[in-house]
């Protein structure tokens, strides 16, 4: 595993149960066990980057929680841990991350609506084929679905980049 130069790995503070530099350990060790498989992914660097994001948002005053902090931390999470980086979303040109953000928003109430004679609801309809969702409490919901329409942004500015680069030639 490699080893980044500003949180060294067990450091003596690290050896300390419930220390901040412990948690950090824990967290590059569960990252590294979970997604180390995936070539693209540094689980080290992407364990730093998320900490710095808990660490910001931790620092700010307790009770108060920083909903664009939220989708920074999931996006960053997409792009580091998962490896839904901008070459593996330029490849989804049909609105596959739109339809996946807009039925994370939708009130789960609506997403198992039964639409047409084959009674699929329209998570059934809409879900791309092969993805899946993963549900859990409504405000996560939600900052999945921003995250998820800050990738489809992104993806659409590259886009017009390179329309626009295509354009100059």
Do not use: C
Request: glycine share 6%; charged share 30%; no cysteine.
């Amino acid at each position: 595993m490699e080893q980044d130069e500003d949180l060294p790995m067990w450091s003596d503070s690290a050896r300390v149960p419930g220390s901040a530099d412990w948690w950090r350990e824990q967290m590059r060790f569960h990252i590294a066990v979970i997604h180390g498989a995936h070539g693209k992914i540094r689980p080290n660097a992407a364990a730093n980057t998320l900490i710095r994001l808990l660490e910001r948002n931790a620092a700010k005053a307790e009770g108060a929680r920083d909903v664009l902090l939220d989708i920074q931390i999931d996006r960053s999470l997409q792009i580091e841990l998962m490896g839904y980086d901008a070459e593996n979303d330029d490849r989804h040109t049909n609105g596959e991350i739109a339809v996946l953000a807009a039925l994370y928003a939708m009130p789960e109430r609506f997403r198992d609506i039964a639409t047409g004679q084959y009674e699929e609801t329209i998570t059934e309809r809409l879900l791309p084929k092969g993805w899946r969702l993963a549900l859990g409490d409504r405000r996560r919901e939600l900052v999945k679905a921003a995250a998820l329409i800050v990738a489809e942004i992104e993806r659409l500015d590259r886009m017009e980049g390179k329309s626009i680069e295509a354009g100059r030639s």
